[in-house]
């Protein structure tokens, strides 16, 4: 299993970036597919979560209204277009498939090397 992330950068304050993870090796059908940040000594941030077994999304409130998170079967990809974007939005981002596995009640995480995102005021 892979799941590789791509499309951080440096972008002002009300600029936009598309964030992609080019997954292999699992079923889009089995697994919660989320966009995870994390600033170096704060807590990690579940920003996006997509479930295409039972058609839920989530988005933090603190990004709700300007990203979007969507899924490319034919392209295994998960993007997070991310629009007017802020200051506090920067952080590492990581991709992250998880499911769990009910003969043993386990969960299944796979995480992708993250990428970088910084916003300029």
């Known amino acids: 299993v892979q799941l590789q992330a791509s499309g951080g950068g440096l972008v002002r304050a009300g600029g936009s970036l598309r964030l992609s993870c080019a997954v292999s090796?699992?079923?889009?059908?089995?697994?919660?597919m989320s966009w995870i940040r994390q600033v170096p000594g704060k807590e990690r941030e579940v920003v996006s979560c997509?479930?295409?077994?039972?058609?839920?999304?989530y988005y933090a409130d603190s990004v709700k209204g300007r990203f979007i998170i969507s899924i490319d079967n034919a392209k295994n990809t998960v993007y997070l277009q991310m629009n007017s974007l802020k200051p506090e939005d920067t952080s590492v981002y990581y991709c992250?498939?998880?499911?769990?596995?009910?003969?043993?009640?386990?969960?299944?995480?796979?995480w992708g090397l993250g990428t970088q995102v910084t916003v300029s005021s």
């Open positions: 992250n498939a998880r499911r769990l596995e009910f003969s043993t009640l386990s969960d299944i995480n796979y």
């Open positions: 090796g699992i079923t889009f059908d089995d697994y919660a």
């Open positions: 997509t479930s295409k077994s039972d058609g839920s999304t």
